[in-house]
């Protein structure tokens, strides 16, 4: 483990779904991202936190909603995904948004039906 | 438009050969680069490069940075089975106030055959 946790660890849903991915880190970190990887894709960030304020939203659309209700734990709502969107999602940490030292955790496996 | 170009995207080796992997980049106001090794699902820092000419090395595993050139190089010796793994290079640069925004690569995916 590498003190970054994401649950679940795979999750298939249909489109007309609404469920919720979760990361959970105790390295002290204030920081806390989501990355998208696609099959021959490079990692493309999603979303960025610091200090429980999203500081960056890169374009994501609508049917992605994050949630950071404190600096350990940080959710990725669902809902309506399309077929597209199944791709790994990684969760990663660092001490501030300024700091590249990110932990990674193992991601979900996300399949969109 | 900023990016992170690495290659080659894959390779083949056998043990006890030695490789080396390159990304280039164009990125606005560079600050650092980053080396991952990514074996399953969760990628692993290797090292971060901010100084030009300044190799880093940990065990077989050596990096180096041009940024008059805007490239790395990473350098594994004597691999092993073991090293098979896809290896991503980041980079960060500034973007207004999320200055932890890394641009990733595609990746280049070495496999070390015994």
């Known amino acids: 483990e590498t003190g970054v946790t994401q649950t679940p660890r795979h999750l298939v849903m249909g489109m007309t779904n609404k469920k919720s991915l979760k990361c959970e880190q105790h390295?002290?970190?204030?920081?806390m991202y989501w990355y998208k990887q696609s099959a021959k894709k490079p990692l493309e960030l999603m979303f960025v936190y610091s200090l429980e304020e999203r500081v960056e939203n890169n374009s994501v659309p609508s049917r992605f909603s994050p949630e950071c209700p404190n600096s350990s734990h940080l959710f990725l709502h669902l809902h309506t995904l399309q077929p597209e969107d199944s791709a790994l999602y990684l969760c990663a940490s660092s001490y501030s948004a300024a700091n590249y030292g990110y932990t990674f955790g193992s991601g979900t496996r996300l399949t969109v039906v | 438009e900023d990016k992170v170009v690495q290659s080659p995207l894959s390779l083949v080796v056998h043990e006890g050969d030695t490789v080396t992997l390159n990304c280039s980049y164009e990125v606005t106001n560079f600050r650092s680069l980053l080396w991952y090794k990514q074996e399953k699902k969760a990628p692993t820092f290797l090292f971060m490069l901010?100084?030009?000419?300044i190799e880093k090395k940990s065990g077989r595993l050596s990096s180096i940075l041009d940024k008059k050139e805007l490239f790395s190089i990473l350098n594994i010796t004597a691999t092993q089975t073991g090293d098979s793994a896809v290896y991503l290079c980041a980079v960060g640069g500034n973007y207004g106030g999320s200055q932890g925004n890394l641009i990733f690569g595609k990746g280049t995916k070495l496999s070390v055959k015994p």
């Open positions: 390295l002290g970190h204030n920081a």
């Open positions: 901010t100084s030009s000419g």
